[in-house]
């Protein structure tokens, strides 16, 4: 009997000491609380699922939707797990984390350095390309300071194929005009440049020395002080959902302050339209204005959008009249600005009439987050009012994130 009745003690014990941490697999809902269809990244504790799951640091998992599918995830850099989530309006979409070997992911998001095409790097998702100038470009003395865009009409990976397409015809094309054989060489130039569209997007955006599509830069009274290439950088995330790249920039002076360093972190996720970046500068010993923007060309001065928080622009492409289509682009700050306006050139340089820029006042050491991004007419975004409304939304839904809890 005694036996009998340590063992009922024992057994009621054991149901009522507290469960584990640990379990089998984990339940992470997401929950769209505004009246829009959401479909967007989003980040989960990754030492959460780690305590949760019970496994080690660099175990593998699997992520299921509730049809039970696997879904491509990212390991981000700074310890996130990244998902992709379609969330419908008001509703929850759950998503279970399990131990186990993932299958092979599609790689949506990359890029990399181009060191055989002046150090350019150029990343891509699903929807644009954009690019940065690099030390060797600069060397050569060409004034290219801002962010380049690459359209696309297509959700596959493009920019590697587009290098090696153009790099490697060059010298094919080089000898044919020595040989005096001009149409041969055109006719080879036109079926390989990235500078025409073969189906798939092309490079028909003007930078030079503006701030392109998305640059930050200091004020010098009312002038810019515009950033020049690269120094060094580092790929912190390369896919597949996510690509993300520090740069870090020569100094230069601004007023008093000899050797001012500029510093981006800028991140690409799968199926936006818009960039993150966050920009934060050393050796500045008190505020100083910064603006961000998209340049002006004066083919079309019209098409400008200075909104409360947001600068949009249909930019209208290289060769406007031949082209016919237009670049939508956008510079967004849900954090905050002095104001939104344009900033014209006195005279014309190259077509550059001027920037539409957001004004900031830069605290010395303050990381400033906003966003910059791209659409064409001949891909997702139509017309300039679509862009305008894709462009709010994507603002509203910076303020009303997706809830994200771990059951």
């Not at 954009?130 to 962010?147: D, K, S």
């Not at 920039?249 to 960039?275: A, C, M, Q």
Request: charged share 25%; aromatic share 10%.
């Amino acid at each position: 009997m005694n036996f009998l009745r340590s063992f009922r003690v024992l057994s009621i014990c054991t149901l009522m000491m507290p469960l584990s941490v640990t379990a089998n697999n984990v339940i992470v809902s997401v929950t769209n609380t505004s009246d829009v269809q959401r479909q967007e990244l989003v980040e989960v504790g990754l030492q959460d699922v780690y305590a949760k799951l019970g496994i080690k640091k660099g175990e593998k998992f699997i992520v299921k939707n509730a049809l039970g599918q696997q879904v491509a995830y990212q390991i981000s850099y700074d310890g996130k797990l990244l998902i992709d989530a379609a969330v419908r309006p008001g509703g929850t979409a759950d998503f279970t984390i399990l131990p186990g070997t993932p299958k092979d992911m599609k790689t949506i998001v990359c890029g990399k350095q181009y060191p055989e095409r002046v150090d350019d790097i150029a990343w891509e998702n699903d929807r644009t390309a954009y690019r940065v100038y690099g030390p060797a470009l600069q060397r050569t003395g060409e004034r290219a300071f801002g962010i380049d865009v690459w359209v696309k009409n297509t959700p596959d990976l493009e920019v590697d194929k587009r290098y090696v397409t153009e790099l490697s015809n060059h010298s094919k094309i080089e000898e044919l005009k020595k040989a005096g054989k001009t149409d041969e060489a055109l006719e080879v130039e036109e079926e390989t440049t990235y500078h025409f569209d073969h189906g798939y997007g092309l490079d028909c955006y003007k930078v030079g020395p503006t701030l392109g599509c998305g640059a930050p830069a200091l004020m010098s009274g009312t002038e810019m002080i515009l950033p020049y290439c690269y120094k060094t950088y580092k790929i912190l995330d390369n896919g597949p959902l996510r690509f993300t790249v520090q740069l870090d920039y020569n100094p230069f002076t601004v007023g008093s302050d000899k050797n001012v360093v500029e510093h981006r972190v800028i991140s690409l996720d799968k199926g936006s339209n818009y960039n993150k970046m966050t920009v934060w500068y050393d050796g500045l010993s008190k505020p100083c204005e910064m603006v961000a923007g998209v340049v002006l060309h004066s083919e079309d001065i019209k098409s400008v959008d200075c909104g409360e928080n947001y600068v949009l622009y249909a930019d209208p492409t290289d060769n406007p009249t031949k082209q016919n289509f237009q670049i939508y682009v956008g510079v967004l700050f849900p954090n905050g600005v002095k104001t939104t306006k344009t900033m014209m050139y006195n005279n014309l340089t190259n077509g550059n009439a001027g920037h539409g820029v957001g004004v900031i006042t830069y605290q010395p050491n303050e990381k400033y987050t906003y966003y910059f991004g791209s659409a064409w007419s001949k891909n997702d975004v139509r017309t300039f009012n679509e862009w305008k409304l894709r462009s709010t939304e994507y603002l509203d839904a910076l303020h009303s994130p997706l809830k994200v809890s771990i059951k």
